[in-house]
């Protein structure tokens, strides 16, 4: 896919990649945790060579399971211009084993591309999709799968109830100050927060194999009957 292919995506603006760019380890408290977990369950998987990110932003993920397993080639994909500068930039020390490309997660143009995947990853961006967008893509990365491997995806999921949502934007709100004052030693950016109303978009509930305050990770193998295809 080439430059030109940029997406014009009305639920992510070049403002929201530098905001999340500069911010992310405070809005994200979990991370770091998130990261390791979604990097466990490749390296329970075996032989991982390669791997599809799906919204790869800066690259933080893939820089991890680039360190952490050996050999594995990843192909980061993300709609922002800002966002693949900066993995291109950040993950140049990997060479050839890391390539960053345009794309719109939301059409399918690309998905024919890929085939033979050990791992498709995903980290806090399919919840952008509407229903029947997510199914669609689901199917795709069963195709786009080798046999047993393994889809992996880490976002948030919508609340049950208005009490549900009011309870896991409580808790977002203490994570994101307890991690400004164990980083900074202060709430200033806890303020930005706030002032960019992150909250208010990203506060859901989750369930899944790792569930804390509004987040989960899902993760399933191509060989798992439970795709339904
Ligand atoms: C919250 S950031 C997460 C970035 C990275 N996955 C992480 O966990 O740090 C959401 C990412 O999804 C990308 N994105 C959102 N909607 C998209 C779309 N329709 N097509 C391509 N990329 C999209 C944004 O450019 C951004 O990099």
Redesign the pocket.
Known sequence: MNEDSR?N?P??SEEN?SD?VQY?KYF?PDREEQIEIICSLLLAQGRVYRVLEL????G??AASLLERIPNCQVIG????PT?IKKARQDLAIYGERFRANM????QNNWRHEYHELDAIV????IH?LEDEQKRSLFEDCFHMLAPGGLLVIADLIEPASEEARTLAANAYDEAVQQRALALNGDLDVFEKFQQLRWNDRYARLAEGHWLLRNRCILAKSRSCNLWGL
């Open positions: 997406t995506n639920s992510w990649s999340f992310g994200v919204c790869c932003g800066e933080l993920l994909l993300d709609g922002s966002m794309f719109n997660l939301s995903s980290s806090l961006a952008h």
